[in-house]
């Protein structure tokens, strides 16, 4: 199975790990409600802490590659168009996404999303 990368926030109290709130465990819950046998899964642990996160660089890269296979268009031709959708412009270049702020790469995960809804191929 292919699934989206999908983030859950938790912080670590009293000698544990919490969801943040009832929606975090419902995502949590929903993400893993039709796992299979023998399903591999990749999980990373990423304390937050820095202007950006490896999960939504990795989550826009992930839409961005499944954008491409859907419409035949190249990964860096759906990347720019991304970039443009969400605003990320230097004063002479669309802007990294490595430069990016959390809200910025927000942006560029929600116009990936919004792409898809527009081509009929739900990223949701």
Do not use: W
């Amino acid at each position: 199975m292919n699934r989206i990368p999908v983030t859950f926030r938790i912080k670590f109290e009293n000698g544990d790990f919490k969801f943040l709130n009832a929606l975090e465990s419902t995502k949590f819950n929903m993400f893993f409600s039709d796992i299979k046998e023998n399903e591999i899964f990749d999980i990373t642990y990423e304390s937050v802490n820095s202007d950006h996160s490896y999960a939504q660089l990795s989550k826009v890269h992930k839409l961005i590659r499944e954008l491409a296979g859907y419409t035949g268009m190249s990964f860096d031709e759906i990347k720019d168009e991304v970039k443009k959708r969400a605003g990320l412009y230097t004063d002479t270049a669309l802007k990294s996404f490595a430069d990016c702020s959390k809200d910025e790469l927000s942006l560029a995960i929600q116009s990936c999303i919004e792409i898809g809804d527009d081509i009929g191929f739900s990223l949701h």
